[in-house]
Structures are given as structure tokens and as C-alpha cells.
């Protein structure tokens, strides 16, 4: 009896508490609470430490980005970065705006910050100089053109950058999904270290670190919640020893995954991921094209091979083997394109046909005076390829893969080779049989120049002389650019002068390049500047062979 009395007491002061007079509030809606109209709470949940790993994972992708010094003025990432965190920080929290309005803005708010840095950087912040010559690079994307424009890598790299920061702390405290922020981060880290040293491996092992610490933290937090619902007790220091055994563990992670061996490459699903058409492969060749970076450093390589080559900078090759090669002469080169157009800055090819050849099928062109030479070539580490080129000697004539012959639409002549389906993968064989010139000296001097060359009409139908030149191919390979420094053709004439025919001419030139120039591959062609006046006149006389 006692305790009905006491129980109806209770529940009568705290009716009346909540409610306050009952008989006079009867009939009347209590008003809803008012809230501000704009409320956030910047401090995760999480912990500062959270936050602490994100900026770590972010900032290891970032920081090795500038130490690989691609351009000038990539410090400005690091503030580019902290702003991305923060405003992150900001959206992920509000809810009062509709998430795709806040992206919106978010994204055209990067595209101004980047092209705002970027005018700062290069046109000294004159945005209407920089919006010029981004509409300049616009127009080469949109015809095929290439650029090396040092100032558009920059724009892209920083409207990346804070992108990337917002994105991740959007992931991580809005979705709750540090497993796609991981990710995201390490596409752009991977692709990084791929073209740089090894050396910068450290900025991978510090990622490592801090991306499994933060799975380990919200791993944890997500257990605590679920155990405070549940009622379920846990020990107050339960977060510390927790971290400090996952940081042992991935240590060890790392550590056995830099033990276990690596480098193994299934040929079959190389050929499908390096195949022409696929999606890598495209946005390869279209980076290259499009963001091409002349810069002080460039991408550590083992070569590449494409249907332009840029007078630039470095090509910064190392020394890893890309294919071994057994020959019956040892003194050939290996030929990939056969170059005809001269813009300036670099060299490209004409406007071409294919034909199908067999493997092993025998294509020959009208050659005379020549020997067989035959090449057996076995891919080791693939180069970065345009397109799937067969190297051989001088005029391939055979070789044992199905391939496409590529050649000039105006003179006919063989511009390169290509294996038929897919690109070179590691651990593939084949096979190239040349036919290589046997041409002795006397009788290369015997050899008049075009213009003083026999001339025979259209309709002759008898075998031509090996003294005759066909005009289109004069054309094609005598093309030069507009307004080339004149002090070019002065200095050929002065060198050549004592030569009587177009042997001795072409001897004195290699003699005077080889006495008066050195070789060194850290020189930088300055913008705007012609690569042949640059080389012969202002470059310091050295260069690499590409000049």
C-alpha cells in the first residue's frame, strides 16, 4: 500500500513538472523548440586524433607530390591541403544545405582557389593572362594537340589537392566510409611513386601507417558505441592499448609485405590491362599529351615510346632492363618510328596507313645492296608505350607476330611496326628479320644531290637507279617550320662547305656536332624557344641525343 502511494506521488510532481498546470495548458499545442539557423560542432567525435591520422594520410600523398618537384611553386599544396580539410570539416558537420548544392560550391570554389594560385604563380596573378592561355591549351586538347604547359599540371594538381581533403574528411565523418578515403589517397600516392625514386618509398610507409591507425580508431569508436548501448563495460584505458598494439601490428604488416617477393606478372592479364582500348591505357596517353611536364624534374623512366618526340628536358632514365636482345649483328640499332614533321618544339609523324602482315609473312620495299640481319627480342619490363611498337633493325622486312605495317600516306614509306592485338607484355619472345644496308662509302659519295638526280616520268615503267630520289620522299623529309632562325642554315653551310657530295656533307656535320657539343641530359628548353636555334646557339653547346 505504501509503495502504490509513493509511486502515484512521483508520478504526479513529474507530470507536473514537465507539463506545468495541466487544466490550464489542456487545449494548447506545446511550440516546438527553436533552433539556430546555422549550427556546427567542428570537434569529431572521433577524437583530435582522428583527425590527426586523416591529415596524416592526406598530407603523405601531398608532400610526396612536392617532393617529387614536377614543377615550380608546388609548396602552395600544403595550405591548399589544410583548406580542403577544413571546409570538409564545415560541410561534413552542417545539415542545414542539401549535400549536392554543397559540392557544387565546393568544386567552383577549387577551380577559383587553383586558378587563382596558379595566376600568382606564373602570370604574376594576372587571371586574365591566365584564362588566355587556358583557353590556349583548350584549343590543343580539343585538335589533338600536345602541351608541355608547366602552368596547367599546376592548376589541376591543386584543384586536386583540395578536392582530395574535402573529399576524405567528407568520407570519414560524413559517409563514415575511411576505407574509400584510403583508397582515393592511394591511387594518387601509387601513381605518384610509379614515375619517381625509390627513395620517396618513405611517404608510402608513413600512409600505411596512418591509414591503418585511423581503421583501427574507427573500428574502435564504432565497438564503444555498441557497447555503451548495450550496457556493457569496458576498461576506461581500453582506446590507448588498443592503438598501440594496432601500430605494432601494422608495422609488421608493412614490414612482411616488403619481405614477401614481388614482380611477378601474368602475361595474359597484362596484355588485357595494357591493351590499346583500355580505359588505363587511354588516360595515359591523353595525360601525357595534354599535362606533359617540362619542368626542372621529370619522371624517372626506363624509356618510352611514342608518335611524337618533345624537345624537353631530363628524361631522367634509369637503369632497369627493358628487353634483351640476341642478334647476328651486334652493331645495329633498334629502330621503333621513322619521324617525318619538324614543328619546333619536336618531331611527329604524317598521316599514315596500315596494312595486316602474317607472322612471318615477308614485306619488302624496293631496297638494294643489303643483308639480312635477324633479332630475337624478349620483353622484360615494358616501356611506357603509345602503341604496341616492334623494335628492330633498319627496314624490317619479317617478323614472327601478327602485325600491322604502318606507312606515310604520302610517300609509302614504312613509318613503324605494331603487334596486332594488345601491347608488349613482360616474358614475350618474337623474332625480327631486317634488311640492313651493305652500302660501301664510295659508293654512298657517288650519290648525287636531288637536284642534280636523273628524273624519269610517271608512266616509266623500268627499274629506277640507285641514284634516283623520289620527290614525295624529298618533300616529306625536307619540310621545315615557319620563321626558323636563318642562323641555322648559315652555320650548315659554313660547316658543310668543303663537302662535294651529300655523303661528305652529312660526314662534316656529325664531326662538328660530335667536337664542339657534349653530351649531358640536365638541360631545360626554356618556353617558346625554338629546340634546334636553343641546342646550337644557347644551350651551353650539350645536349642529348634527342637534340
Known sequence: MHDATVDRLVKLVSEEKRGGNSSRNNNQKPSPPSRPFFQIHLAPAEGWFSLFLLATVLYSTMWCVEAANWVDHLNILSLTTALGILCGMITAKQRRFPSLVVHIVVVVFALLLASWQTAGAYFDGSLSAFFHNFGTWVSLAVNDGTSGDDSIFLLFITALSFLLAYTSVWLVY?????????VANSIVLLINL?????????????????ALLLLLRFNLYDSVMLWRRQRLRFPDDLGWDFMQAGALISIAIIVLSFILPWGYMNEGLSQVWNADNSPWTIAQNTWNRLISVNGDVTASNHGSFRDSLT?????????????TVKSNDSNQYLESLSYVNYDGRGWGIDSTNSQTINNNQVSLGDTINTHTVSQTVKMVNPPGEQSPYLLGASQIAMVSQDARLVTSKSSGQPVTWLKANGKLAAGMTYTVVSMVSSTDEATLRSVPFPADAPRFSNAYDGSLPPTYFDPTIVHDFTQLPRNLDPNILRLAQSVTAAGKNPYDKMVLLETYLRSNYRYNVNINLPPGQEGVSWFLFRSGNQGFCNY
Open 174 to 182: 560524413r559517409l563514415r566510409s575511411p576505407w574509400l578515403m584510403i
Open 194 to 210: 610509379s614515375y619517381i625514386a625509390n627513395g620517396y618509398i618513405v611517404f608510402m610507409i608513413v600512409f600505411l601507417i596512418a
Open 311 to 323: 624537345l624537353a628536358g631530363n628524361p631522367n632514365l634509369n637503369q632497369e632492363i627493358v628487353m
